[in-house]
């Protein structure tokens, strides 16, 4: 019964049925039918034209559009514990040939205004500081925590204001999108974000996720760029297929609903013990070593996590799309159990 | 009727199976139990010890490759239309921080240890000028023509004097081994080449190409350098499994063959048209704009090459694992009748 | 009567007389004469064998060392104030081709072993984190502190244990040896420091450092990435020359001390002020707003500082080597009269 | 007898004294008196608004140039021996970031409309191949050949056309003016030149080049990748003051008319033994390894060069600025007398 991470479950049949579809010769790379069909589809589901582009991992997706918006001798904003600084390997400075990444503090790994603020203002306007390119906010958070609309509208506001691209780091915006309730658009191109990683991978993907250019300049530099980092697959179809049946019926909202559910389901078992509200799919609780092995003695498996000050400990578990709902079950009462 | 190119191919039953049968929840990354056997499939097949990461794509393998080879001051001599040149967007100078290609001459894109000193002889060893750090030669080559274990050797030999790394892009690796009927290890280990990039998508895979390292340091670092250019997928396990059903049973050479043999029965019928041997699956002809327009109104799709002098025009012909016999027979009638 | 900086003032007369004395041809970039000689003037003045490159800037000259102790994947611990985190404008991802800078805390922008392993213990060791490879810290440092021999060996031990290499930025190495009384080599060579940036220009040169290996295998390295940097000057003799001045007859000894006791006759006019212990010749102070505009009125220049908490304001105020005693008389008085 | 290089040559006496009246403290970096007189000085010299900026180095000063034009994805088209290619230790990498030099054809390693259309004319635009960017030449050429203001415009009209940026490596941009007789303005400006390196160091100058930018927009992002180089150097007056006395009183064409004028009597010695017109400073001659010896026994230093085919050896002279007319007259007797 794993809750390691939903970047590790299996694929979703649909997804499976797509890529079959796509087993036909057509032109390689991205001249096939599945891939010129992505910026139509993006642009019906935000309601807005936009531009879409397959990548294999959410981390290339990030990096690929930080280097379109920072150069070089740049710096991007995003939070000390956003996935661009902490775990994906240096990754931003290889893309942006060395730009810096800024960061700023914020409750659940989410930034605010004033948090930007806090590091760009003091940021002289010369030479020897390195200035300011661009913002990645990442939605739903590290820690599984969701932006508002008027969040994101607030931090897109400031962008612009600076002239500084807006990212957002969307792994999970399927689960901050269903978890709002509100129309994806609210979030992103009528916030101010410029480009979206659009996760598919953690929600019933195989190894496809979507950059979406709400500023299709920045896609034209960027197909040069995914090139040129070896990501443009000769039989792009298979990862524009996967995309294209994860949008097609809200598949993506279908299974980030599944695994939200599974981690409210889990978090009420938890009650006191969760020490970031549960908003997407993640929950993060306290629990001591004792009650850890006693979890994992029962079957379940999940990451230890730093325990926050005053705590015996600290536990991450990840619901994903198809979390067995007796699994959840279970271990929902082990937890209440302890 | 395609004969466009092998990598925009139909992806094989046995490689779909494989991939089906990875379904199932695993630890993430290259932590699975797929990712965890490459490398001993791989020491099983090249009869020597090995390390095997998979990658998505053959760019990313060979520039993984260089850039654990040469410093970001050092070169890399490769032939003047080797892919890594020509078709790879940048890609090396992009993963190696700059390093500098070196461009030798050779017929059929073939280096030999001649050219190669050609270009590094006159190099004078001062800080002026970029140093050689490594030789890249691909088997078989852009025009489909194959290394002989002994001219590999030489090669090899010629690097190790020098103290040269050697790469060898072996995006249609499986079709020089098939035509050659040698071991695979007579063109790799055994003939001083450090990493292979050994190409499945072309050959019937789907996304997943392999690199071997013969020398286990260079792939202790290539680890770092996978993730950081976001090539670390969550899900290994689905490119573990294809690389892994590739080498099963020899289906590589299996499939190989076939291309092989689709590609001599074509080049049967064009006779003295063939300007570069066929050794591989690829055939280039020499073929008026007639004849060509002729072909395709048959049906027969192919790419426009750049005429030899003296010719009225040139095709490029490429058979795959799966091109189809009638195709072939078809496509063998009509050069004949021209 | 300027107390902005010491990196804007003039050029020690000896070191002119030098550059003069350079004024014949001799072989281009580093090949003459003065050149040859840095290697045996380092190793006389640090008593062991050393090599010794000239390099135009503290910058240049901090982040080629870096660059030859960090692959591109990897990072640099530094303290959080550190002048290449600082004020490099993005230096340091530059010549590393965009390694990690790793900050760390520490009071007076010193580092210990306690807060370098604050930074790197946390650090998990797989790929998706970037790890550390090497420390650097500035002595004399951003705030005017000088690490004693045994802090910095005990720096040095600690990297030593963890497999990084130990760069010092020494912009104002002098400073710190005139304030220590020890010889260079206790704070260097047999402290663990793998390379120093020995700072000239802020000491009575006009625009050349010294790049002091304890280590010769990086400089065989730094010699490739200077020249690739730009940095290789054709009249290289000019820097040469500069640097030799410098340490011909302890002139460098002698400018830090002059640039040390002003200092001190200023702090000790600044009393309970101070809030940084005057260890070299940066002097930061408490300062309102009406006290700094009163002793710009008195014509004293000098930069603002960030006010600790609960003060009114700041300054900093630099000796120079060549400080008129006059002025820092009127300013140690100006101040006392506050 | 030197006749190696001119850029190992003493510095000139007035050079010598503007740096002397430099010597006197200032605002660090570019913001003295001296550096902020440039624009102006360079303005008046072309007759037109422009920016300049001060480098310590040709090689830096070209791959600034590039840099600001060329993205990291992107190419430069440039003459198979240029500067840039052969001599700067893979400087051009470095600082674009791995972008591709492109090499061209040329005689007297001059490049023409048709030698550069010849190579981006076959470069497919699409993502697998590098685009060009820009343009370098090279004035006068590595062969001492100039380009007539009309030649230049044609290559500038050409980038126009192309959207390709236009650099121009003057690193004996002084001897081409002086060959030709014409005003600055006609090669640069006027001929579609967007950025030129003004080389001062080979001309009588200690270490400062000169960056001159008739885009402005382009030095905006100079300045910002110039400290990041670490090549902002603090007491920057010392760089500016060379520069400006370099034009000061057309010192700069001075020198240049005075090492043109000496290869010219060298040249007419030489007769047919020359093998590349003499149009600048350079000479480059046919000489026997006999005739090499010889005139080495008379103490006559220079370089060794490749002979052109069917010619026993050939050597390389080169004129400095202060070339002393006794030596360059007993050259030329020697070598009117082999």
Redesign the interface.
Known sequence: M?F??D?????HPRV?EAM?AA??????YDG?AWSRALDDAFSDLFGTECTALW???G??????ALAAMV?????VVCHREAHIE???????????????LMLAEGEGAKLSPDAIRAVIDPIRDD?????PHAISITQATEYGRVYTPSQVAEIGSLAQGRALGLHMDGARFANAVAHLGCHPAELTAQAGVDVLSFGC??NGG??AEALVFFDSELAD?V?????????????GR??AAQVLAMIEGDLWLENARAANAAAQEIASACGSRVFHPVEANEIFMVLSPAEQASLRQQGFDFYDWTAPAGTPGAARLVAAWNSDPAHVAALSRAIAAL
Chains 1, 2, 3, 4 share one sequence.
């Open positions: 794993k390691f991470s970047n590790a479950a299996a694929v499976w079959h087993d036909t010769p057509d032109s390689g096939d990548v294999a991992t981390t290339a997706a990030n990096c690929l150069p070089p001798h740049g710096g902490m775990d994906e390997g240096g990754a931003p400075g290889f893309y942006t040939h060395g730009a810096k030479v020897h500081q390195v200035q991978v953690k195989m190894n530099v197909r040069y760029r995914r090139k040129r980092a070896g990501h443009l697959q000769s039989k298979y990862l």
